[in-house]
């Protein structure tokens, strides 16, 4: 059973930058593909960033592409969201995700329901 861990998150000032890490436990990382979601208050979650296992691909939500970075340390167990240029609006609790793909299977890893496995979420504020 794979664990996240979730840490970083906090309170910044709008054109900040914070760093998340999802520290994971119970499985292969190396085997994991790797997300990040967010959902803010009356919203529903929302897709953020992918990373695949090997970290050689990875895909942004439109809203955050440019200015967030989503990475993974495989020697360390461990992804990363470095989140620049924040905006009010990416005020939220991000969660992170992960999934054991098959071999041969059709993922969209922008989708939740393809993760099997969440954090328990971290708190982003921005303030203007």
């Known amino acids: 059973q794979v664990q996240l861990v979730e840490s970083g998150g906090g309170l910044v000032q709008a054109g900040g930058s914070l760093k998340l890490s999802c520290a994971a436990s119970?499985?292969?990382?190396?085997?994991?593909?790797m997300g990040w979601f967010r959902q803010a208050p009356g919203k529903e979650r929302e897709f953020v960033a992918t990373i695949s296992w090997s970290g050689g691909s990875s895909i942004y939500a439109d809203s955050v592409k440019g200015r967030f970075t989503i990475s993974r340390d495989n020697a360390r167990n461990t992804a990363y969201l470095q989140m620049n240029s924040l905006e009010p609006a990416d005020t939220a609790v991000y969660y992170c995700a992960a999934d054991q793909p098959l071999p041969g299977g059709d993922y969209d890893y922008r989708k939740s329901t393809e993760y099997h496995y969440w954090g328990q979420g971290t708190q982003v504020t921005v303030s203007s």
């Open positions: 119970g499985g292969t990382f190396t085997s994991l593909h």
